[in-house]
């Protein structure tokens, strides 16, 4: 071991082997270390409860709010609801107001997917009076190109046989690029002969898998081609 080396070895085992100029803990020390790591933890969860007790009150807010414009009541309309500040207790208002939050919460997303359903309902009903008006003033040119919409976006036999019938007997195959002339089982059929065969996709996929040589990669790599194994 070299000269430098070798003292800089015993130089740390001395510096190591040398008493702590610090005096260790008592326990009263280790004490009050220990109940200043729990003050200050309880004071960061009481931040965080308030911080989270605050952000709830204002989500609650604004869901009474959209339900009231909406025509639902708040949740200060049931008899049996006690405000908020008149519950003393902390932890009682926290849970009861993250209820009445859980609660809007539900009752805002049953309303949304409510109004979605009823505005799709409202579009459709305006768009099927509008063909209706048409083909009965003569006019072809509505009917074509909702025609044109429903055959690109309407896929199965069935939804696409209700959509014929509701337009009195339209001009729409049972399935896209079909015969006006297919009933609803023989549409069936052939739409379910048209599905891609995924079980020949997958022998195609690993018969490819089983032709693969590293050579393809690299040119450098040519000397293992001949030790080359698939996955199992």
């Known amino acids: 071991m070299p000269v430098l080396v070798r003292a800089m070895v015993m130089d740390k085992r001395r510096r190591n082997a040398r008493p702590s100029k610090y005096r260790p803990r008592t326990e009263a020390q280790k004490a009050r270390r220990k109940d200043l790591w729990v003050a ?27 339900l009231r414009d909406q025509g639902r009541s708040g949740v200060h ?8 500040d008149e519950i003393t207790d902390d932890a009682e208002r926290f849970g009861v107001l993250k209820a009445r939050v859980e609660r809007l919460e539900a009752l805002w997303a049953i309303d949304r997917r409510r109004r ?30 909702l025609l044109d919409v429903l ?63 590293p050579s393809e990669i690299d040119a450098d790599y040519a000397d293992l081609d001949a030790e080359w194994r698939p996955a199992p």
Do not use: C, Y
């Open 116 to 145: 979605e359903t009823r505005g799709k309902i409202i579009i459709g009903g305006a768009l099927l009076a509008e063909v209706i008006e048409a083909v009965a003033a003569g006019e072809t040119e509505t009917l074509t190109s």
């Open 77 to 84: 309309g049931r008899r049996h609801t006690r405000p908020l």
């Open 151 to 213: 055959n690109r976006r309407v896929e199965t036999p069935k939804d696409r046989l209700t959509v014929r019938d509701l337009l009195g007997g339209a001009p729409l195959p049972l399935r896209p690029g079909g015969d006006l002339d297919d009933g609803l089982d023989e549409a069936a059929a052939k739409a379910l002969r048209e599905t891609p065969d995924f079980d020949a996709m997958v022998q195609e996929a690993m018969a490819e898998e089983s032709d693969f040589r």
């Open 40 to 66: 200050r933890a309880e004071t960061r969860k009481v931040r965080q409860t308030v911080d989270e007790e605050a952000r709830l009150t204002a989500r609650l807010a604004e869901l009474e709010t959209a």
